[in-house]
Every structure is written in C-alpha cells, then in structure tokens.
C-alpha cells in the first residue's frame, strides 16, 4: 500500500491518543473504570456503541455471508420488523437493567438470584465470551495483511517473524493501553470520536464506488446471474441455500426476544447512560444512525462480487484470485511437505492448465465444480490430498478474503487508505470494548465475590487492568494458532450459544418474572452449555474423528437414517446429511436447540420450586425505592386512549423531540419497512416478480432512499455526538466517588445501597405492636 495511504490510515490515531489521554484523568474511581460514571447521554451511548458493536470481524462476517448467500435471505429479515420495532421503542430488557444500576450483568444475577449463581454464570460467559473474542484479532489482522498486500513473513534484526502475528500484537497492544488508560471512559470517548471520523469517510467510498460502478450495466447482471433457488437478489428462490437460509431468519427472530441483553461483549455501555430513559432513547436512535456506513458495507460487498464474476472484470479477477488463491495456499501450508503441492499450483494459475501431476491430487473434481471458483476448488483439494484439515483450513480464509482482496483492486490511491482507516477504527473499537468487558467479568463476577470481601479501589482497579492484558494476551495466542473451520457468523452462534443457549430465560425472565427462580436459571445455563459444548466439539472432531469411527464401528447407516429421517419433514428448511467434509448439524440449529431446551428448563423448574416471590420493585428502584434525584419509571393505567402510545414506547418522561423521534422511528419501520415487506409478499404470491424487478427493487431499498437518509443523519448525529461528547466531560467533572459503588451484593442489594434500603424497609414497616387492620 502507498506511503499516502498509510499516511490517511494511521494520522487520525494522534488525535485518538490525544483525547484518551485527556480524558483518564476523569476516572476518579471503580464505577467510573467500569460504566464511565453512568453519565453518558443518548448521542455519545448511540455514536459510540455503534462503532463499538460494528467491528472489523463483523464486516467481515457480512461479507462473508452476502457473498455466500447474496442478499435475498435478508429480505425475510423483515418479517421481524414488528417484533424489533416494539422492542426497540418500549427499551425491551435495556431500560429496566438500566435501573438495577448493575455495572455489570453478573451483578444483576446476584441481586435477582445468588451469588453462587453470579459466580457460576460469570465462568460459562467468560469461557464463551473470550473463545468468541478470541478470534477476533486473527479475522482483522489477516484482512489487513491481504487488503494491505503485506508479505506473509518480515525479517527483523536477522529472525523471521510472521507479519499475520505481528499485526495482531501491534493492534492488541494499541486497544490494552487505551483501555487500560481509563476503562469504559476512554474506551466510550475514543469509539465516539472515531465514530464522528468516520461518518465523513463512508460518503467518500460511497460516492466513488457509485461513480466506478454501473447498476445497469454491471453490478445488477452480476447479481442476477445464478443457478435456480439461489438468487442474490430475489426472496422466492432461494429454496436451496443451507447455511444461511429461512430457519436463520426464524432462529434470528427467537434469538433476538429471548437473548436481549444477553451477550456482554459491549456490556460497559448497557450501564454507562445517566438514567434508563437515555439508555432507551440511544437505543431508538440506532435505526437512524448507519447513514452511510450501512450503505457502504452493502455496496463493497455488492461491487466486490461484481468485479470477481461479471465479464467486464474477467482478465484483473483472474489474477485477483489466482493472486487470493497462492497467498491462502502459502498462509496454511508453508511447511516443506506442501512444497511441489505449491508448485503445481504456481504453474497451474500462471497458464491455467492443469498438469498431471496436479490431476493426480484432485480426482474427485470434475467439470461441474470448476464452473465458477475453478481455482478455489482445486487448491482446497490439492491440499487436502496431503491434509484434509489444511485444505479445509484453506477453504475457511479463502471465503473470508474474497473481498478485501478484490477491493484492493478496486480502489485507488487516497481511497484505499480511506477505507484502510476505517478498517483501522472498526477492529481497534471492537477489541477495547471485548477486552474490557471479558476483564472485568471475570474480576467483578468471579474474582471479587469469590474473595468475600470488598478490594480497595487501587486493587481493583489493578487487577481490572491485568485481566484485560491476560484477555489480549489468550486473543492471540488463540488467533495465532486456532485453525477456524466454519463460517464465521456460524463460529460466533455456537460459541457465543455456550453462554446464550441458557442466558436468555434467565435474564428476560429475572427482569419480567418475579417467580424465576435459582433453581430454573441453574438447570438453564447448564443445560444450554451441555448442549452448545457438545455441539461445538462434534463440528471441530467430525472429519478427523468422529466420521471415520462411525464407519469403522458400522454405526454409520444407523445414525445417517435418524439425522436425515428427523430431518426430511421440514425441508429445505433444515437440511441434515451425513457426509464426511462437515457435521451435518450447523451452528444455528445446534443454537436453537439449546434456546428450546433453556427455556423448558427455566419456566418448568421454576413453577415448580414455589420460592418467594421476588421483590422487582426493589431491585428496578421503583416506588418507594426510587432514588432522589433520579427519572424513575412513571406507571400509566393502560387505556383504550393509552394503548397504541404505550405500544410504541411513549411514557410520561418523553419531551416533545423524544415523541417526534418515536413516531419518525414508527413510520419508518412499521409503514415503510414491514409495510412494503407485507405488500411485496402479496404480490408475489398473486404475480411473481421477474428477477429484474428484485434488482430494481434492491436498487431503489439499499441505495436510493438509504443515500438520502444518511444525508441527514450524517449532519445530525456529527451535531448531536459532539454535543453529547462536551456534556460528559461537563458531568464527570462534578461527579462524586462512592466507593462502595464497586460491584458487591449483599442480600440482593447493591453494597452501596444497603443503607439506603434498610432505612426505607425500616422506615415503611409496620409497627408489630399496633393492632392489624381487618
């Protein structure tokens, strides 16, 4: 990459130190390490979280995804616009776990269940929260060094070094000092800052890749050109996707109402908003916040797959890919016995030709499976005739690598280094905000309940930092050596569903159910765990283990007729076969299995253990708990008057801007989205489109009207984020420490509320000395 693109890439990041260091200085205490004080307000929680929530690995994923299954399967998404919509505007989980004050949802666990649960649960959420992370850091350093066009080795002083390893250790050491500075303050104010950088960077790549790229002509024929029940573009045929088909969506839908708050890979921002009514604002904000980052993320994808398959592109995505193919090939198999191997292929992508000696290694390809990637496939099986994990390890980062490859094709000097920044701030925001929530979980959640009595703040906060350090150092250890072998959003499911298969009931459940129960949330979690672990160690010992014991013992046909027999009513839908390349259960069905079994557990045991009823009221700050000082939830008697309003998540606290929002949020989603969704839907099933109406369709959804709404909101959140940002420094400067606010329970009560709930139960209690009353 040109000196000018490194240049744009990396200048930003002397403002970004420049601010993290300004702002330590506020972190006067544990709570402000933890939740930056819990004064952030709507613009710097909304701005911040985004870039935060959107990483590196996540566009990866994305790319990954639109390539494999185009951009039909989304479509279907809509159907959850209803469901998300009133999620969204009424704070569903977000607004009451803002009110518990918890900092951390281990804390949260404790309060509603037990601290041998709080403990508990923090193990299974680390374990699948840092192996989720964990690779992490090896998707983003590899999409640099191949973006980039970094060598695969670099010699330094005489000793040869992996570049793949030392951009892993040179990002990983930038996030652990910025998190170490301040915590969940400099790690929210850097997000925001980086967040307001980028909104400039997107309309950039935006409108050059307009300007490059013909719809017409170009991007919607490449689109448009696949077998039948594969379409990119059009809903109704897509009957023959397996990975990422209509059960996603289904399982997406589940996942989405029951795993709310769940996952705590960002967990400093669910406790970071001033009062609950911000938290939920920032949060309906979000359907106004990608601008013209969504539109950029869609169309690099789009523009990638049409320089790799459409005709006008055919001599530069040849040599893209011959290029992809030996970078992979040399990245997993360096060692001196896949010598020839890479020989032979050397040969093969300079002339095209396949020798015999090559043909030797791939007998089981044949004309039809050369059709469109013939290099990816003969690579895969020229190296998987001398290991079978290194040509599936090949296939992995091939798939992954398309993209960033081709868009170093694509883009020129300026804008490489453009996109190569945003790259930049989307990899670093991503690791501080995991590294800080995976460090502190396991100091607040198992280390600080376990020693029984409360650290000084200097403690504390020293072994928060020294666990977020040990979390970078497993992240690379883990990416340098873990070989992935699924697809990437497949890899986050069944790890994350460790910890989300069971979480879900719990949480949901302990926010709305005063009758959830200790005894429900054990048998969930463990549950959901057996089950996730399971299902995570089958895909990893299918191939090399599992396959060729069930055709050793002969157990083999028996197992294929119950997979496939369980299988068959509900296809294509969920499609089981037993073959020998891949477990024939996927992440998402393994996923939802778990979720099924974790609620059963919870409800069912629940109801039957009769425990005391739990005191919410108490543990939201409600009623005669509520705190001085504080907006506290208003409840409003549901009438026929009421009932649409309360619907969308219109309460007494609501000012006039906050209702507009709310409305301009309702017509959006509910009128524009699942309203042209349902409209679509009946069409088709009257008179189906032709796949060049879809195109035009996508054209007029994904691009037309997102530009002009990212016109707006560009302006809009740049003002409103750097309003927010002045307001909180304005905050944390007056802020006062409470050193007892460090996390500790003690009988279901926060440690730095004890007095005060003692005073009011005291104070409320009837005297036993007076008569009863009738």
């Not at 002397?14 to 544990?30: D, E, N, P, R, T």
């Not at 923090?122 to 060598?151: E, T």
């Not at 504080?630 to 606290?653: D, Q």
Request: glycine content about 8%; charged content about 15%; hydrophobic content about 50%.
């Amino acid at each position: 990459m040109p000196l000018i693109d490194w240049l744009i890439a990396l200048l930003p990041w002397i403002v970004v130190f420049w601010i993290a260091y300004k702002a330590q200085k506020y972190v006067k205490g544990v709570s402000d390490f933890l939740t930056a004080g819990r004064v952030a307000g709507r613009y710097v929680l909304c701005v911040s979280g985004g870039e935060a929530g959107m990483g590196l690995i996540s566009l990866v994923a994305m790319f990954e995804a639109y390539y494999q299954a185009g951009f039909a399967y989304g479509f279907w998404n809509q159907i959850t616009i209803p469901i998300m919509m009133v999620m969204g505007l009424t704070g569903y989980c977000v607004y009451r776990f803002r009110e518990t004050r918890a900092m951390t949802l281990g804390q949260f666990l404790e309060i509603r269940y037990s601290r041998s649960f709080r403990i508990f649960a923090a193990i299974l959420q680390s374990i699948s929260g840092v192996v989720n992370y964990a690779i992490f850091p090896a998707v983003g350093a590899r999409f640099l060094v191949y973006y980039c066009d970094l060598p695969l080795h670099v010699d330094v002083l005489g000793m040869n070094f992996s570049t793949y390893g030392l951009v892993m250790a040179i990002f990983l050491a930038v996030a652990v000092i910025l998190v170490t500075m301040g915590g969940q303050l400099t790690i929210m104010v850097t997000d925001c800052i980086l967040g307001l950088l980028s909104y400039p960077l997107y309309a950039v790549i935006v409108v050059y890749l307009l300007m490059r790229f013909s719809w017409s002509s170009q991007m919607a024929p490449a689109l448009l050109d696949r077998p039948v029940g594969e379409s990119l573009l059009n809903p109704f045929d897509i009957t023959q996707l397996r990975d990422f088909n209509l059960f996603y969506v289904f399982v997406g839908v589940i996942s989405s109402i029951l795993g709310r708050m769940s996952w705590s890979g960002t967990q400093g921002y669910n406790a970071a908003a001033k009062n609950a009514h911000e938290a939920k604002i920032g949060n309906v904000l979000a359907t106004w916040r990608n601008g013209f980052a969504g539109m950029m993320y869609v169309l690099l994808a789009v523009v990638a797959f049409t320089f790799l398959n459409h005709a006008d592109f055919k001599s530069a995505a040849t040599n893209c890919r011959a290029e992809l193919a030996m970078k992979t090939a040399d990245d997993v198999a360096p060692s001196a016995e896949f010598d020839g191997i890479r020989g032979e292929l050397k040969d093969y992508y300079a002339t095209g030709v396949i020798s015999d000696g090559l043909r030797s290694r791939i007998p089981s390809v044949d004309d039809a499976n050369l059709d469109k990637e013939p290099m990816r496939v003969i690579t895969r099986q020229a190296l998987a005739s001398q290991s079978k994990a290194t040509g599936q390890t090949f296939d992995t980062i091939f798939g992954p690598m398309r993209v960033p490859m081709a868009l170093r094709h694509i883009l020129p000097i300026g804008i490489t280094g453009i996109f190569c920044a945003i790259c930049i701030f989307l990899m670093t925001s991503t690791d501080t905000a995991y590294m800080h929530s995976w460090g502190s979980i396991i100091v607040q959640d198992i280390m600080l309940p376990l020693r029984g009595r409360p650290f000084t703040p200097k403690q504390q906060l020293f072994w928060l930092r020294v666990l977020i350090a040990c979390v970078a150092l497993f992240a690379f250890l883990f990416s340098f050596y873990f070989a992935q072998v699924d697809f990437i959003l497949m890899f986050f499911t069944i790890t994350g569903a460790i910890w989300l298969g069971g979480a879900g009931p719990c949480i949901v459940g302990g926010l709305y159910w005063k009758r959830g129960t200790t005894v429900g949330a054990f048998a969930s979690l463990i549950a959901g765990s057996a089950l996730a672990t399971g299902g995570m160690v089958a895909q990893s010992t299918w191939v090399p283990s599992i396959y060729p014991w069930l055709v050793k013992s002969g157990w083999l046909p028996t197992v294929t007729r119950i997979l496939e027999g369980i299988s068959h009513p509900i296809e294509p839908f969920i499609k089981w076969r037993v073959t020998p390349d891949k477990f024939p259960i996927n992440s998402v069905e393994v996923y939802f299995i778990t979720m099924v079994v974790g609620v059963g557990l919870y409800v069912g045991l629940s109801l039957l253990s009769r425990s005391e009823v739990f005191n919410l009221d108490r543990m939201l700050h409600r009623g005669k708990y509520a705190r001085k000082g504080e907006t506290s939830f208003v409840h409003e008697k549901l009438t026929i008057r009421n009932a649409f309003r309360k619907l969308i998540g219109i309460t007494p606290e609501y000012t006039h801007g906050d209702k507009i929002l709310a409305w301009s949020v309702f017509i959006w989603t509910f009128g524009w989205g699942f309203g042209t969704f349902a409209l679509l839907v009946a069409w088709n099933a009257i008179y189906p489109w032709p796949n060049l109406w879809w195109a035009h369709w996508f054209k007029l959804s994904n691009l037309v009207i997102p530009c002009i709404i990212a016109v707006v909101s560009t302006v809009w959140f740049s003002i409103g984020g750097s309003v927010d940002l002045y307001r909180l420094f304005r905050d944390l400067a007056t802020k006062e420490v409470n050193v007892l606010d460090d996390g500790r329970v003690i009988g279901h009560v926060s440690a730095d509320e004890v007095a005060r709930v003692d005073q009011i139960e005291h104070t409320n209690k009837p005297n036993s000395n007076q008569p009863k009353r009738d």
